[in-house]
């Protein structure tokens, strides 16, 4: 069971279980990163012979950083509202993904700072 200090660190401000964590570089969130590198693959991005493995490490930063570059998304290498909502969109355009979308990142740069 997650203490409810982690989970409002975890899951933006407010908890919600239906919400996906913030994910960030070297963070344990093992199950979350397995599910955002899968997603990753599943819209092409490289994982070479390893797959998910569950880890955030250079590797995960790295093709989270493209991603988001690709979506026109805040580039910052976190995962935040709108790279879950890009990744799970069904949607192969990229360009369907604009700035409009950082505003949902707003409270990733106050996480950051942490």
């Known amino acids: 069971m997650v203490e409810e200090k982690t989970k409002n660190i975890l899951y933006d401000s407010d908890y919600d279980e239906n919400k996906e964590p ?13 599910k955002l590198q899968n997603l990753l693959i599943n819209k092409g991005y490289n994982w070479g012979s390893s797959g998910a493995d569950g880890f955030f490490g250079d ?24 790279t879950w909502a ?28 942490k």
Not at 24 to 32: I, L
Not at 92 to 106: H, L, M, R, V
């Open 86 to 113: 890009a990744l799970k969109s069904d949607s192969e355009s990229k360009s369907s993904f604009t700035n409009e979308n950082n505003e949902n990142n707003n409270n990733v740069e106050e996480y950051k700072n």
């Open 22 to 34: 913030l994910l960030k570089k070297d963070f344990n969130e093992k199950e979350a990163i397995i």
């Open 59 to 82: 590797s995960s930063y790295q093709e989270v950083i493209s991603f988001q570059k690709d979506y026109k998304l805040s580039v910052d290498g976190i995962v935040g509202i709108a």
